[in-house]
């Protein structure tokens, strides 16, 4: 995650006994996109995603998400039920969201693993995976190699 | 599909040919001349043929991934030039009787048949190869 140079916090790290709950706490002047940033970052981290579905903002569990894809240089997750739209980038969200088993299958998706209940053929060298809605999502002839030595190596 | 990936696809689809080829000749020599005598240098046939045939399927390569459509119409050419080859390098033989024409189309539907096969085959390791990546997949699922 790279953020702009304007930024200049101090970062403070400070050790505390078990028995207190730990936090991030950030100080700044404005909520700027960065700061958004940074918080959007730290909920992934803990296995949520802010977004934005009729300008009401939620957070969104990553273990409920089917797929994100961008269209228009805009990022939508999909859950079972609806879809919301993110913020972040797409190859964001690919760094952030690896360890949660989620690999990117076209030059416009990333797919939560999790959620696929069936990889089938398809033409020229690319395979179909079947969701557990019933979707079906193209896993591109680039990144089916990716696919096979991610379920090989047992991925993360 | 890197280029790497698609010339070992090649050799593949060569040996696959050689044995097709052996076999469709087999079956069709004896249908229509079954007293021919050959030769060994008749065995180096096969090859050749399958090592011709090949060339025309580099119109499959696609350095881009190609749409559903583009990939149908490039099987289609590389079907039409690989029986171009064929009729260039095949010939009828001496004990054979009937027309050229019938020869002719005879040995294109035999290439055509050929064709399929192959494409069946390729569908099949596809297949099993889904198949597999299905299984992986459970396991992975299975180990949160």
Do not use: W
């Given at each position: 995650?790279?953020?702009?140079?304007?930024?200049?916090?101090?970062?403070?790290?400070?050790?505390?006994?078990?028995?207190?709950?730990?936090?991030?706490?950030?100080?700044?002047?404005?909520?700027?996109?960065?700061?958004?940033?940074?918080?959007?970052?730290?909920?992934?981290?803990?296995?949520?995603?802010?977004?934005?579905?009729?300008?009401?903002?939620?957070?969104?569990?990553?273990?409920?998400?089917?797929?994100?894809?961008?269209?228009?240089?805009?990022?939508?997750?999909?859950?079972?039920?609806?879809?919301?739209?993110?913020?972040?980038?797409?190859?964001?969200?690919?760094?952030?969201?690896?360890?949660?088993?989620?690999?990117?299958?076209?030059?416009?998706?990333?797919?939560?693993?999790?959620?696929?209940?069936?990889?089938?053929p398809a033409l020229n060298s690319r395979?179909?995976?079947?969701?557990?809605?019933?979707?079906?999502?193209v896993?591109t002839r680039?990144?089916?190699?990716?696919?096979?030595?991610?379920?090989?190596?047992?991925?993360? | 599909m890197?280029?790497?990936?698609f010339?070992?696809s090649r050799?593949?689809m060569?040996?696959?040919?050689?044995?097709?080829?052996?076999?469709?000749?087999?079956?069709?020599?004896?249908?229509?001349?079954?007293?021919?005598?050959?030769?060994?240098?008749?065995?180096?046939?096969?090859?050749?043929?399958?090592?011709?045939c090949i060339l025309p399927t580099c119109v499959t390569y696609f350095k881009k991934e190609p749409t559903p459509r583009q990939y149908i119409i490039r099987q289609i050419v590389e079907l039409l030039l690989i029986e171009l080859v064929?009729?260039?390098?095949?010939?009828?033989?001496?004990?054979?009787?009937?027309?050229?024409?019938?020869?002719?189309?005879?040995?294109g539907?035999?290439v055509g048949?050929?064709f399929i096969?192959i494409l069946l085959?390729f569908m099949?390791?596809k297949?099993?190869?889904?198949?597999?990546?299905?299984?992986?997949?459970?396991?992975?699922?299975?180990?949160?």
């Amino acid at each position: 995650m790279t953020f702009k140079q304007s930024i200049d916090m101090q970062t403070k790290i400070t050790k505390i006994d078990k028995s207190k709950p730990e936090m991030i706490e950030i100080q700044c002047h404005t909520l700027s996109e960065e700061v958004q940033e940074i918080v959007a970052f730290v909920k992934s981290r803990q296995g949520q995603l802010s977004c934005v579905s009729d300008e009401k903002i939620y957070e969104v569990s990553v273990s409920d998400i089917l797929y994100i894809e961008t269209v228009d240089n805009k990022s939508f997750v999909y859950t079972l039920n609806n879809v919301y739209e993110t913020k972040q980038r797409l190859y964001e969200l690919e760094e952030m969201l690896k360890e949660k088993r989620f690999l990117r299958i076209s030059k416009s998706m990333l797919l939560n693993l999790m959620k696929v209940s069936s990889i089938k053929p398809a033409l020229n060298s690319r395979f179909m995976a079947e969701l557990i809605s019933g979707e079906q999502v193209v896993i591109t002839r680039k990144y089916a190699s990716d696919l096979k030595k991610a379920l090989k190596g047992g991925m993360v | 599909m890197t280029l790497k990936e698609f010339i070992l696809s090649r050799v593949q689809m060569f040996f696959v040919l050689v044995t097709l080829i052996l076999f469709g000749s087999a079956v069709y020599g004896e249908i229509i001349a079954p007293e021919q005598e050959l030769f060994y240098y008749h065995l180096f046939s096969p090859i050749i043929i399958a090592g011709a045939c090949i060339l025309p399927t580099c119109v499959t390569y696609f350095k881009k991934e190609p749409t559903p459509r583009q990939y149908i119409i490039r099987q289609i050419v590389e079907l039409l030039l690989i029986e171009l080859v064929v009729m260039l390098l095949v010939s009828p033989p001496p004990k054979y009787n009937g027309s050229e024409l019938k020869f002719y189309l005879s040995i294109g539907i035999m290439v055509g048949i050929i064709f399929i096969v192959i494409l069946l085959l390729f569908m099949y390791i596809k297949y099993i190869q889904a198949v597999k990546l299905t299984e992986q997949l459970k396991i992975l699922q299975a180990t949160k």
